[in-house]
């Protein structure tokens, strides 16, 4: 096979997804059928769409047609020569319509071999009828199938502008929006900014399909919707996402379906085109251009922390998001976990833009995501260009610059409120893309078992080991395991303090903070030092143990730190 007929393939394949009705369709219908049909040529073009049915017997035919007509006629306007017959079929090939069927016996007993062969060669399906049918009988038929299949395209279409609706009914946006189309049309799409700027960007599910009104065309696990937009953006279909205004405020954004697992259907663009309406509305109300594009670094981070993407493909997705930390960078991991229930839904938006004001202050590269199911801002920081590894030691004053813009950024945002706990904040160790991955996830997983740690600027996530070790015991269902240590190192004391009118748990807390050192301890209680001997020797008379044992403090601190991942009595 050819080029050229590996290339026809391919469009008839395009068509056949697009088509409402195709030809072999037709063919299936009654009202043909009972004219005994029998294809004499292009038997492997069937599948091309019938957009509608003509019937002609005048030469001339083919300067009457726009294409994709299926031509009924008795042969009268064939001509009788074969040079006729030839060009005759060589003008309804190039007019493009999508089969000539010829009723047999008004004008021919069979059809001439010239006909025949003029079709082979311009691959241009032909059939005869043996019997004679009504004419008007097939064109009602193939009319009425395809206004029916054109109204369950939308019909399609509405489902999923109504499933569209219920998600942001129920406090979805935009994003769920772009994924539940993405699933729909089974390739990814990409959100982009008037400026052609990456907002957001999303694949289909991988497990085979939507499951309710889809066409299950889900894509490969390795079709990164981002990655596909850069290489498919210029052949992509794109659908505006109206501003409102006029001029350079007519567009807000626009969608660009990606054709990477197979073509845009009619009913894809169609229900795009819907779904932009609803993007407009739910982007004019909370301005979410900065929010989706927060959230869209948000996903790449967390696919790198998951090792969805790896070391080696991480750099040219980063850079299409904006960052450009430079040739062989090495980058600083920083999550950000903020209180339950900060921010609402509506405050990402600010967050991200105040975040991202804030971040340019430190005058070096900053990529800064938002997960806002998570409640985390996941970013990675350049160092700046020059340094190199051996200045890292020292890389405390970088974070507490980036400590301090994030925390002036929640201030600005209005969520430092009196009542909540302060934002964690927790740096990785610092590394190449390699090391990217494994530090955005641990520190992830440190700023979660950090919550209620007495307050700093920031955490080094190197020093949470003991904390993220007993978090994880709580988070894989050894919350039992947890209350029985607890309860064997500090049940008396805990006793004691529920009916206790002072309390020694404090003073326990603050003699081992001290390491034992009890001039300090007795200055950080405002006690004086026989009152705090008293205490301590109380304590040890509940627990039955000897504070100065060094295994005795070792397990007495370990009580304390897996206390916070326990249900405290």
Known sequence: MGPEAKDDDTAAANAAVEAEITVRRALELPALRRGLPEVLAGQDRLDRAVRWVHAGEVPHIASLLKGGELLLTTGLGLGSRPSEQRAFVRRLADRGIAALVVELGSRFAALPPALVEAARDHGLPLIQLHREVPYVTVTEAIHTEIINSHYAVLRRADEILRRCTDVLLRGGGAPEVLRLLAVFTGNPLCLEAPDGSPLYAAGPDTGGGDGEGGDGRSGPADADPLLAWEGLRDTGVRIDVPGGGHGPDAVRARLVLLPVNGPVAPVHRIAAERAAGLLAVVMLQSRQEEVLAARGRGDFLADLAEGRISAAEAPAQARLLGFRPGPEPVVLPVVMRLPAGLPTPGGWALLARTLREELAAPGVPVLLGVRPVEGRVP???????????????????????????????????????????????????????????????????????????????????????????????????????????????????????????????????????????????????????????????????????????????????????????????
């Open 379 to 569: 970013l990675l920081v350049a160092l700046r260009a020059g340094q190199d590894r051996a200045t890292l030691a020292d890389r405390t004053t970088l974070a507490d610059r980036i400590a301090e813009a994030l925390h002036a950024g929640v201030v600005r945002a209005g969520l430092d409120r009196p009542a909540a706990a302060r934002p964690v904040v927790v740096v990785g160790a610092a590394g190449d893309w390699a090391a990217a991955g494994p530090g955005l996830r641990h520190a992830a997983e440190a700023a979660a078992a950090a919550q209620g740690l007495p307050e700093q600027p920031w955490y080094d996530a190197r020093r949470l080991d003991i904390e993220l070790l007993l978090w994880r015991m709580r988070e894989h269902g050894e919350q039992n395991v947890l209350t029985d240590f607890v309860q064997r190192a500090l049940g008396p004391l805990l006793a004691h303090d529920r009916g206790a009118r002072q309390p020694l748990l404090p003073t326990l807390e603050a003699y081992l903070a001290s390491a034992g050192r009890k001039a300090e301890t007795a200055r950080d209680l405002n006690v004086n030092r026989q009152t705090l001997y008293d205490r301590l020797a109380r304590i040890a008379q509940l627990l039955g143990t000897d504070l100065d044992d060094p295994q005795t403090v070792l397990s007495l601190r370990l009580a304390l730190r897996a206390r916070r991942h326990t249900d405290k009595p």
